[in-house]
């Protein structure tokens, strides 16, 4: 099988890795930026209403291209092929990346940032598809953890290139440079053998409904998406309202929510090397995602406990926070492994992005329903969205079945 041929540091991985690591360079690029870029259209700083209202709509567009790209690029990827995919989707987020760095008003920046989502939502779920489908079956954990891992510290990257240039414009258009690049090396990499042989089968490829006309499929698609969830609600709402946490905890601060992610993203990036390693050691996907969600609960406890009591303590717990969720890797790499090679890419796709699409909900749980309708403060809300979070993610744990020995080569009827 083509499959064998590969290792751990073979050209596809690294380039799937350095892929992932410019999608994350571009998908946080924003939330690094965001004041001095709303800033430089004009939004007033000391307005924060406006500022609420520009920043919101930027990052809901970001978000609907990436759930709107998720289907697209999955289709795609089944259909035409996982290269089809790592080709695409990076051409079309380069140049609305570039083209973000010449935005004037918030209209112009929310439709930039929701076409480069479209693009940015294609580049993990191919890449782990390409790499699971290449690396057999013992080392296929150990590759896309690589995959994840190296790719996040595209956000570390992000933070101190504003840091060193202090020019979100340039920020914006070397993120696209960096696609280009991305482009000539993936020129030599090798498509999926057992994407060619479904191919020439001719059975159906792509058809993102089929995940919802069959109630076995139904359930693991559904599953896989929950389990991920813990993610998104660390960073969506815990590191990235860090200094407000830090306002209701101790008082005066100067937490600085880029930094607060940054320090993040280093966790993130660190556990997700480790979990494949981890799953190896206990040749089980599950055994290894639930030493993470202890750790994670660990330390949502350590976040709201009194030892949280001043910046520095603030930024290490968001790296704790950071690595307890190094998941990222593994919980893609099981929603690939649960669907056959003629639904993989589509599967592998968009369950990221609908974990990505959940951040509003639980937003809408967190800002609508605890703190404005049932009048919570920000602790009480962010301990209870917390606990119905993990609540949610460890029912969908329990039931979601083990993939480390998963043969792929077969397909969705």
């Not at 005066?252 to 607060?260: F, K, L, M, V």
Request: charged share 15%; hydrophobic share 50%.
């Amino acid at each position: 099988m083509s499959e064998k041929k590969f290792g751990v540091l073979s050209l596809p991985v690294i380039v799937a890795a350095l892929g992932y690591f410019v999608d994350i360079y571009d998908l946080l690029l924003f939330t690094i930026v965001r004041e001095p870029s709303l800033q430089g259209i004009g939004i007033v700083l000391s307005d924060k209403a406006q500022v609420l209202a520009a920043s919101t709509k930027i990052i809901n567009w970001q978000m609907v291209g990436l759930l709107i790209g998720g289907v697209i690029w999955g289709t795609i990827g089944d259909r035409k092929g996982r290269l089809s995919v790592l080709f695409g989707s990076i051409a079309l987020y380069s140049i609305a990346n570039f083209l973000t760095g010449f935005v004037q008003t918030t209209d112009q920046y929310a439709w930039a940032r929701f076409v480069a989502g479209i693009g940015l939502a294609g580049e993990l779920g191919a890449g782990i598809t390409l790499v699971s489908e290449l690396l057999p079956k013992e080392k296929r954990g150990v590759g896309t953890s690589l995959v994840a891992g190296i790719g996040l510290f595209g956000a570390v990257f992000a933070y101190f290139i504003y840091k060193f240039t202090n020019d979100w414009r340039l920020c914006y258009k070397i993120g696209g440079g960096l696609g280009v690049i991305l482009l000539l090396l993936r020129i030599s990499v090798a498509e999926s053998g057992m994407f060619k042989q479904v191919k020439e089968t001719g059975v159906q490829r792509g058809n993102i409904l089929m995940f919802f006309t069959n109630g076995t499929r139904f359930r693991k698609y559904l599953l896989a998406i929950l389990i991920g969830l813990p993610t998104w609600f660390v960073i969506g709402v815990l590191v990235n309202l860090s200094n407000r946490f830090a306002k209701e905890l101790y008082g005066d601060n100067q937490i600085e929510s880029g930094r607060a992610i940054m320090y993040a993203y280093v966790g993130i990036a660190i556990g997700d090397i480790l979990i494949g390693f981890v799953s190896q050691y206990f040749k089980s996907r599950k055994k290894a995602l639930l030493l993470f969600y202890v750790l994670s609960m660990i330390c949502l406890v350590l976040f709201f406990s009194s030892l949280n009591n001043n910046d520095n303590a603030m930024y290490l717990i968001c790296g704790l926070l950071g690595f307890s969720t190094g998941f990222w890797a593994i919980f893609v790499t099981m929603g690939a492994e649960q669907f056959g090679t003629n639904l993989r890419a589509t599967a592998a796709t968009t369950v990221p992005n609908m974990v990505r699409g959940a951040l509003p909900l639980i937003n809408l749980m967190f800002l609508n329903l605890f703190q404005q309708s049932w009048g919570w403060g920000l602790i009480q809300s962010g301990i209870v969205t917390g606990v119905i979070v993990m609540g949610v993610t460890l029912v969908a744990f329990y039931f979601t079945e083990e993939t480390f020995h998963k043969d792929l080569n077969y397909v969705e009827n």
